[in-house]
């Protein structure tokens, strides 16, 4: 019988060892294992002691094992604390958050700083080959930074095809449009003698690579006067070697543009645009080119141009009539004697910016930069049209579900004018793309202004609300809006991208270097510039 009590009370000693959850190392606790179990009395351990304190054990281990599988989630929670588990859920939600906020800030900083570190940029327009990370790209820019402001100066970017001037190639040009040429060149030879060169030559044969370009007129002037208070770029999405050869024509002094000639090929894409290789910040980067869509980070920045077409090979190029070309036409683009033409619209705009920015230049000249070039185009941008209330008739088809998306109405509503769906008495123009429409019918009626949708393109491109009797929608010029208001708009078509040099002259191809003598200055050192003065016009 003593010998079954022994073995009961071994028992019940190993299951409640078993049973707890850190059991001792072999070795540790020993004396005192012995001591305790020697002074167990007989009649506990021949009672079901033992076997209580198993079975304790192990409802603990199974209630302690069932609460953290519950928990989370909580079942309840009262002022924070859970009913089941009692463990403030609270502090522990915001605990986790505050690690959550602080790993992901922590490695947003690390990506960020990889970021600068790995990514490079191209500044190959500056030194050929030239690359610099994006930490020290951002270093210079805030060095430019510094410069301009103290020069009072802005960045302004500027496309060259149908903006500047216009081109096309041996190939696009045909024995008759060649004699016209030809002929324009003798008047101009013509000119010059009786001037004693002092006419300004706006066509050009350029033999060398094969190509025909005419300065759009008042181009020179244009550039003079904006790079008084701009620093110029020249950006385009054509050949390098071309881009080279117009900046010759355009800056024969080589002063204005100081080096910066962007082509394709400086570009970081081959069909878009960016400021990320301009060395200034896009706050103070003015653009004017005939197709913002190629700039799809910083439309805001652009100022919209008309396309310049004098040769017939441009307007095809856009699906138009080549007869509306200025050479066809028999008169190039006008220079009005109250707006001065295209150009000097845009730099009327340009200077009212850079007045909002800076000041007249008569302050004290610790005034810094008061505001976003983005933000002062918007501001006037929307003084074009406003008070004008617009209804459409015949631009869409009927099965257009969603007006407000077509461009026409995003280019109305820019402008600052009201766009609406319906007549009412409240409106003041019918914009159509045809006659003989009720709405039109209508407007004539109650003398509203009945024009083509071209009036409002036209006006956006002025920077002025133009003279609706210009584009009455009975004029047939203004016929080849019906059911096609607005051609589509191309990334960079147009742009001179292809360079016939298997034909041009091989001694007078582009080499790198080519624009070395007049690179830009050391980017660390400050130019002292004059006061900036009053170009008003």
Avoid at 164 to 183: F, G, H, R
Avoid at 434 to 442: I, L, M, N, P, R
Avoid at 513 to 533: M, R, T
Wanted: proline residues 5%; charged residues 30%; contains cysteine.
């Amino acid at each position: 019988m003593d010998e079954w009590k022994d073995l009961d009370e071994l028992h019940d000693l190993l299951e409640a060892a078993l049973m707890e959850p850190n059991p001792p190392a072999a070795g540790e606790h020993g004396p005192q294992r012995a001591s305790n179990r020697s002074n167990v009395a007989p009649s506990t351990a021949r009672g079901n002691t033992g076997r209580d304190v198993g079975k304790r054990k192990r409802k603990q281990h199974l209630e302690e094992s069932e609460t953290e599988e519950c928990c989370p989630p909580h079942p309840g929670i009262i002022h924070g604390v859970c009913i089941r588990c009692g463990r403030n859920v609270e502090q522990e939600e915001e605990r986790d958050r505050w690690e959550r906020e602080k790993k992901a800030t922590r490695n947003a900083h690390r990506e960020h700083k990889e970021e600068l570190q790995t990514h490079e940029v191209k500044l190959s327009y500056i030194k050929e080959g030239f690359r610099v990370s994006r930490a020290e790209a951002e270093r210079i820019r805030g060095l430019e930074r510094n410069r301009m402001r103290e020069a009072k100066k802005l960045y302004l970017i500027l496309d060259l095809d149908h903006t500047l001037l216009n081109s096309s190639k041996y190939t696009e040009v045909d024995q008759q449009t060649k004699e016209k040429l030809e002929a324009y060149l003798s008047e101009q030879k013509k000119r010059q003698e009786e001037t004693g060169n002092e006419a300004k030559v706006d066509l050009f044969d350029l033999k060398d690579i094969r190509i025909w370009t005419k300065i759009r007129p008042g181009a020179y002037e244009f550039l003079e006067k904006t790079s008084r208070v701009f620093e110029l770029h020249v950006y385009t999405m054509g050949h390098k070697l071309y881009a080279a050869e117009m900046a010759k024509l355009l800056d024969p002094t080589r002063k204005l543009f100081n080096g910066h000639i962007i082509s394709q090929q400086d570009s970081s894409s081959d069909a878009k645009k960016d400021l990320d290789i301009v060395l200034g910040e896009p706050s103070e980067v003015c653009i004017v080119d005939d197709s913002p869509n190629v700039w799809t980070k910083h439309q805001y920045n652009v100022l919209q141009v008309g396309r310049y077409h004098f040769f017939p090979s441009s307007t095809k190029q856009f699906g138009l009539d080549p007869g509306d070309c200025c050479l066809n036409y028999g008169k190039d683009e006008a220079l009005e004697e109250d707006r001065g033409g295209q150009l000097a619209a845009v730099f009327r705009t340009l200077q009212a910016t850079h007045v909002a920015i800076f000041g007249t230049g008569k302050e004290n000249a610790e005034v810094g930069v008061q505001g976003d070039v983005r933000e002062q185009l918007h501001l006037l941008r929307s003084e074009i049209l406003r008070g004008v209330k617009i209804v459409f008739s015949r631009i869409w088809p009927e099965s257009e579900r969603n007006p407000p998306l077509h461009p026409i109405w995003k280019m109305a509503e820019s402008a600052g004018a009201i766009c609406c769906l319906s007549i009412s008495e409240d409106i003041t123009h019918v914009v159509a793309g045809g006659s003989g429409t009720q709405k039109v019918k209508w407007a004539l009626k109650h003398k509203k202004h009945v024009v083509t949708p071209e009036w409002i393109e036209r006006s956006l491109q002025m920077w002025t609300r133009l003279d609706e009797k210009e584009f009455d929608v009975k004029r047939p010029t203004y016929q080849q809006w019906k059911g096609n208001p607005l051609p589509p708009a191309p990334s960079a078509r147009g742009d001179i991208d292809e360079i016939d040099l298997q034909h041009a002259d091989p001694l007078k191809r582009y080499q790198p270097g080519q624009w070395q003598e007049c690179a830009p200055a050391p980017l660390k050192s400050v130019q002292e510039e004059d006061e900036v003065i009053d170009i008003a016009i």
